[in-house]
């Protein structure tokens, strides 16, 4: 009786992902292209004062048909480093060289932001993620670090749009949801969401946004959420049910959406496959 | 059958990570309430590394040591306190009225060592040194049982302190209950890159939280004492859940895992303690 506990418990903690259908295939968008010309990637390391003591990785994108003369657009990534993996789930970087060398999106600097970690004084310990606190907290912090932090940086180094239209977030999971919240908070400086099996549930009070939609005067964002049928269900939530309460809501309030669900679970895989739709209409003119 | 899955999930929950998204219902023991002890007319607890309880006595004006079979020693004499705390040594530093004392491991006496520090909560490092909340002048403290001492943060008013079981963060429980801070600890003991990292569950309407009393489990769970009852984070600061009040309306003041196997929960209710079982042990 206590092994088959033992062994129900392990199955159910780390087999969850075998129940999706989950058998998403990338498209050619989706793979390197000899013949298209292939972006830049500088990597560097941020400090924050708006997060105090984190630091984080992050990787910006500069795609072989930027000039510096015409402005272009910025998208930035949460949890960037998968996002930038060319061997990952959505390949993101690969995407875009596609894509913007067929005109299907404008030329569009990438920021891939990592979340920030506080580093331990002593090196042998680890230090504390602040992932769940930047990414899933409905607040303004977020989208100020990276109005003071991460857009002057970027707008220093490179001629980029600063109208809300020419700047995009994305993120998975509750990177999905910091994407939404940040846009929320500021639609003045971000007018384009893409989120993937976001964690629209209360890890946080998430779970806030269905009603504060309905009953918010309908802000200038475009949102493209994505989830699974197979997503999570834990005791901060059901992922299904919260993303098509949101695409219910943001249907109720008229907002420029679309909600695509597949039959995944809490993985990126179904998102990379549909990223360069995804890509296509949220840039679409 | 429950200590066998306990040590399963422990295993599961500190080795591989997955400290993150356990429901109330793994933490708690399924039909275990909390249960009121005949111990009363108590002002603060804390626990000792061994997982041995001590106890201020407000009546007695003394600190006893509950063993393991529910009997009680004296361990110091004519030390009222509000805040206790235990160092690896097993001395014990006492704030009493507007001082700090400290008690030597098997010394019945504690001697005051800082004069004129009015601290509503403890909390110790191996290294030896105590933290110190200080609401009233919105301070945190670190002091020595010399008695030198240090003041590492001057705009908080905090009133309930634990360190995570590596010793990188302090966690602060704000006196409004609006959050835990944490911070980094720094090699010197000096706090560090303050956020508002936790965010306790609030009453719905009325009157507003507080955080009186906060504890760690060896997962790094965040156990914070509120009014609306004793409410488990995640090491990330996510919730995981809500214990209800013990002594409803009435809710724990100060709370810490004792015991042999440090897996009981004790509350400091009023001036009477409850014990509740609890699947994971603590720090």
New interface residues.
Partial sequence: M?RF??CA?FLA?FCNFLIAADDYVLGIDSQPNPSTPKGKIEKSEWKSNI????VREMLIYVPAQYDGKTPAAVMIFQDGSSYANEKGQFRATVVFDNLIHKKEMPVTIGVFLNPGT?????AK?????????EY??PSDQYATFLEKEILPEIEKKYNVRKDPAGRALCGISSGGICAFTAAWERPDLFGKVLSHVGSFT????GDVYPGMIRKTEKKPIRIFLQDGSNDLD???GHWPLANRSMAASLKFAKYDFVYVEGDGGHNGKHGGVILPESLRWLWRE | MNRFLACFLLLVSTTMGYSQDIPLSQILVPSENWKKTTLSNLSALASDSQGALFLANSKTKSISKLDSNGKTTDVVMDAPAKALALDSLGGIYLASGSNILYAASGNAKASMIIEGLDCIALCTLNQGKCYGAAPTEKAIYLFDKSGAKKKVNTEDAVISLAVSNDETTLFAGSADGRSVFTFRIEQNGDITAKDRYVAPRKPLAGVTGSVPGMTLDKANRIYAATSLGVQVFDPTGRLCGVLLQPDFPSFASSIAFAGSDKSTLYALVGQNLYTRKILFPGK
């Fill in positions: 206590k506990l033992s418990c903690l997060f105090p003591g984190t506080v580093p331990a004084s002593n310990e680890k230090g504390r993620s602040n992932r769940s606190f899933d907290t209360n890890i946080r009070g834990n005791l901060h």
